[in-house]
T-cell receptor
Framework: EPEVTQTPSHQVTQMGQEVILRCVPI?????FYWYRQILGQKVEFLVS????????KSEIFDDQFSVERPDGSNFTLKIRSTKLEDSAMYFC????????????FGPGTRLTVL | AQSVTQPDIHITVSEGASLELRCNYS??????LFWYVQSPGQGLQLLLK??????LVQGIKGFEAEFKRSQSSFNLRKPSVHWSDAAEYFC?????????????FGKGTTLSVSS
């Protein structure tokens, strides 16, 4: 069964450093998403991406964040200058189409900012 | 603002007993409703979804959920819990704006199953 994969599973970084979180969505899916979950809090929507551009983003997704589909398989989330409060579990998801089609989630990357 | 509330942070149920996990949403119209499950080290897996029609929906792993418009609720049920059901359960709503791509999640309910 096809699945969404994410690497690394755990990333530790120093405050102010740039991090790139990687995701490989399901191959025939067209919409891609990032969510995050700060420990003990809700899973929060960050951004959705379709046809090589952002289709929707939340207030959390500020100028420090960017997304990219550098090739036909990867989907990345970059945080330019990490802050302590960026420590969270980051989930990638993909769906065949947009507008509440089922989103398939990856296992997450736990980001720890020291 | 739209929100999803899962009132129970942690529930323990005996194996074989029935289960109900509560979910309430706050939104002016009927959103699209989802239940996801997350086992340790795994991603979020969709259990079931409600878009329209029959308000009792069946999902995978023997789960069902009932949409009650008057109560703004979408509670998840299972008649007989198995030890493998121990996991974290998230209720989510979608289709709340024109783009319609974002899901809004509740905080989750951790289910423990005792023998």
């Amino acid at each position: 069964e096809p699945e969404v994969t994410q690497t690394p599973s755990h990333q530790v970084t120093q405050m102010g450093q740039e991090v790139i979180l990687r995701c490989v969505p399901i191959s025939n899916h067209l919409y891609f998403y990032w969510y995050r979950q700060i420990l003990g809090q809700k899973v929060e929507f960050l951004v959705s991406f379709y046809n090589n551009e952002i289709s929707e983003k939340s207030e959390i997704f500020d100028d420090q964040f960017s997304v990219e589909r550098p090739d036909g398989s990867n989907f990345t989330l970059k945080i330019r200058s990490t802050k302590l409060e960026d420590s969270a579990m980051y989930f990638c998801a993909s769906s065949r189409s947009g507008t509440v089609n089922e989103q398939f989630f990856g296992p997450g990357t736990r980001l720890t900012v020291l | 603002a739209q929100s999803v509330t899962q009132p129970d942070i942690h529930i323990t149920v005996s194996e074989g007993a029935s289960l109900e996990l509560r979910c309430n949403y706050s939104y002016g119209a009927t959103p699209y409703l989802f239940w996801y499950v997350q086992s340790p080290g795994q991603g979020l897996q969709l259990l079931l979804k409600y878009f329209s029609g029959d308000t009792l929906v069946q999902g995978i792993k023997g789960f069902e959920a009932e949409f009650k418009r008057s109560q703004s609720s979408f509670n998840l049920r299972k008649p007989s819990v198995h030890w493998s059901d121990a996991a974290e359960y998230f209720c989510a709503v979608g289709g709340l704006n024109q783009a319609g791509t974002a899901l809004i999640f509740g905080k989750g309910t951790t289910l423990s199953v005792s023998s």
